[in-house]
């Protein structure tokens, strides 16, 4: 009897692609609450984090955050996954971050570390985190095409002032309707960049590397200009072929009670911080 040749089995590579604006299919109350609505809640948090950049500040927004995220019932497999050279460059400004000379400082032997700089780096860095979580959440909690319509409805006090809003509601729509497209295609770049090169496993010194990641980055950016002009010509093309654009609309629900209750409930914990913090 022969024996069969021992398989080895290979496990799925975890894919650490960027997605955003991508509507999670399930209902929920966060579902249910009007676009504007969360407009407004994320423009609360970062008004209060504009005026109070303080460490409660930041667990205030942070747990308002939480709270939808819960609500909302999003799994931690939407959660995008950050590319390791962003966490690289993150460690290495932290590092450099210590040398600032901020107080309090702290000597370990002859190098002086500053406990002052490294704090605020970090709360930069949770600020930075927070507002980039409310934007996840309302992506993954509201269809692209109410956005604009719910803008629209917002901003509609600023026509009395003769400013041009339905300008930049179609702006802001087309904006957020691209940008899905050109994450993709910046996806598929990436794709034909790794390959495109050449599988070698020689040793190579450190400037010849950075030189090659260097070529590779200039030629990604100057292939994705092409690609988003490509993109915006063909856009204004079916704009133009469907006789202009106009003033978004939708069907969805107009704000509620619940809606009302949310609001007044985030502008007295915003005005709770803004005082007592």
């Known amino acids: 009897m022969s024996r069969a040749a021992p398989t080895t089995e290979t496990r799925p590579r975890r894919s650490h692609e960027f997605v955003v604006l991508r509507l999670l299919p399930h209902d929920s109350p966060v579902h249910r609450l009007w676009a504007g609505t969360k407009l407004l809640i994320v423009l609360g948090i970062g008004i209060m984090l504009s005026f109070r950049p303080t460490w409660p500040a930041l667990g205030v927004a942070a747990a308002i955050v939480a709270v939808g995220v819960v609500a909302a019932h999003v799994p931690a497999g939407a ?29 370990v032997g002859s190098v002086d570390l500053s406990l002052g700089g490294l704090s605020d780096w970090a709360l930069l860095v949770g600020l930075a985190l927070v507002i980039l979580a409310a934007a996840l959440l309302v992506g993954w909690t509201t269809p692209l095409g109410d956005v604009a319509p ?45 390959l495109r090169r050449p599988a070698t496993r020689e040793r190579v010194r450190w400037r010849q590397r950075v030189g090659i990641v260097v070529r590779d980055i200039e030629g990604l950016l100057s292939t994705a200009v092409v690609v988003a002009l490509r993109r915006a010509r063909d856009l204004a093309d079916a704009i133009e072929a469907r006789g202009g654009l106009s003033v978004p609309t939708t069907t969805s629900a107009p704000p509620g009670a619940i809606d009302a209750v949310v609001l007044v409930t985030l502008a007295a914990v915003i005005a709770a911080v803004l005082i007592l913090l």
């Open 150 to 194: 719910a803008l629209a409805r917002l901003t509609a006090p600023l026509r009395a002032l003769r400013l041009p809003v339905d300008e930049w509601v179609l702006a802001v729509g087309l904006a957020i309707r691209s940008l899905p497209l050109l994450i993709d295609e910046i996806h598929t770049l990436f794709a034909v960049s790794r």
């Open 79 to 107: 959660v995008p996954r950050l590319p390791r050279w962003i966490w690289v460059l993150a460690l290495a400004d932290a590092l450099l971050t210590l040398r600032s000379g901020a107080h309090p400082v702290v000597h």
